[in-house]
């Protein structure tokens, strides 16, 4: 049986150099960020502060919603959708988000009762200073 630290804070475990967008942004910026970076959530953020969030899964929901039948002119079509789209269109909102001095232990909680995998992780005045993941919580556990 493997013993963790559930007293961990969130700040020690979270990604800190996070990839953002803006809700005015197009999916396009999206798709080229899922393409070159090995990231399945962004968080969307207006100001500094995090206003939603986007992930891999809402990104592919997308893509395969508008050309359910592959054709010859599925990417044709998509890419045009991505270029018309805003992420305000899109993201997740409202968000929950956790703060750098939580635990791991609220962090799992928020994971096992919401069934998403990803919080921003913002200061006292809402400004996006990380992420943390269940692949986070699980590179604690057992990395």
Not at 74 to 102: C, F, G, Q, W
């Amino acid at each position: 049986m493997i013993t963790v630290d559930k007293t961990t804070r969130i700040a020690d475990i979270m990604t800190k150099n996070v990839i953002v967008v803006q809700p005015t942004d197009t999916m396009e910026i999206v798709q080229d960020i899922f393409r070159k970076h090995n990231i399945h959530h962004i968080p969307v953020v207006e100001e500094g502060k995090a206003v939603g969030i986007l992930s891999y899964s809402d990104y592919l929901k997308l893509l395969h919603g508008f050309t359910l039948f592959k054709t010859h002119k599925s990417h044709e079509y998509n890419d045009a959708i991505l270029r018309s789209l805003l992420v305000k269109e899109v993201m997740t909102k409202p968000i929950a988000t956790i703060r750098p001095d939580d635990t791991v232990e609220l962090a799992a909680g928020f994971f096992r009762e919401n069934l998403f995998h990803a919080l921003p992780v913002v200061d006292e005045e809402g400004l996006l200073v990380g992420i943390v993941t269940t692949y986070d919580l699980l590179h604690h556990a057992y990395g």
